[in-house]
């Protein structure tokens, strides 16, 4: 992502995040961030059909560290798929580790929303009251899931918002995807889809309203990747 889209989509982040800002005002900043980095990533499409070495298939693996890795690990394969890019879940001990197919610059945009989520979402965590007599565990895990379909509807949103009206958008990216998904299939023939889960944790509302109002940019730690080549 070039330097001056990423300092004005951190600068109107700034804004949002000042104290001074009213609710209204905080959701407008966010907004208008969320659809310039939708923009950039239906802009690098239409320039990669003309030239496809210009952003080639490539892939990471992304490891989440604990506490409640599978839940952050949920982020990210919601921010993963709403970007056009592909996740494939792997081992589980202690981590959550994660196997990323996409384009690079959807893969950069993954990682750079993903990141400042994260980051979002444990100070969401922290100021979240525990319930009395809840086990907070399995709050902050029923927290996390709310937290996590916020923020799918709003990048969902941002996206398509951003390929309407753009002529011969929508052929473009499905052929993108395909050829997301037709990597992966090479790499992971036989998958297998995780079972459903079964949560305890009254966290989830209060989550869900924590991701409708979380910055869509940023940077900040949280996760270690490796990339391969694209092959």
């Given at each position: 992502m070039t330097d001056a889209l990423l300092a004005r989509v951190r600068k109107l982040l700034a804004k949002a995040e000042d104290p001074a800002c009213t609710p209204a005002e905080a959701e407008a900043f966010t907004a208008k961030a969320a659809e310039l980095i939708a923009k950039y990533g239906v802009d690098q499409a239409l320039l990669a059909a003309a030239d496809p070495a210009a952003d080639p298939v490539g892939d990471r693996i992304v490891t989440v560290e604990p506490p409640y890795a599978r839940d952050k690990a949920s982020l990210l394969a919601v921010v993963g798929l709403a970007l056009r890019c592909r996740?494939?879940?792997?081992?589980?001990?202690?981590?959550?580790?994660?196997?990323?197919?996409?384009?690079?610059?959807?893969?950069?945009?993954?990682?750079l929303l993903f990141t400042s989520l994260l980051v979002q979402a444990a100070h969401g965590l922290a100021a979240a009251v525990v319930p009395w007599g809840e086990h907070p565990a399995a709050f902050r895990r029923s927290w996390l899931v709310g937290y996590t379909e916020a923020v799918r509807a709003r990048l969902h949103e941002a996206e398509e918002s951003a390929a309407a009206g753009v002529p011969g958008a929508d052929l473009v990216l499905v052929d993108r995807a395909e050829q997301v998904e037709r990597r992966r299939d090479e790499v992971y023939p036989r998958l297998a889809k995780l079972g459903p889960r079964r949560l305890r944790g009254s966290g989830r509302w209060q989550g869900y309203a924590a991701g409708r109002t979380a910055d869509l940019g940023g940077t900040g730690p949280g996760l270690t990747t490796s990339s391969t080549p694209s092959g």
């Open positions: 996740v494939v879940h792997l081992d589980r001990r202690g981590l959550a580790r994660t196997h990323l197919f996409g384009h690079a610059a959807d893969l950069e945009r993954v990682e």
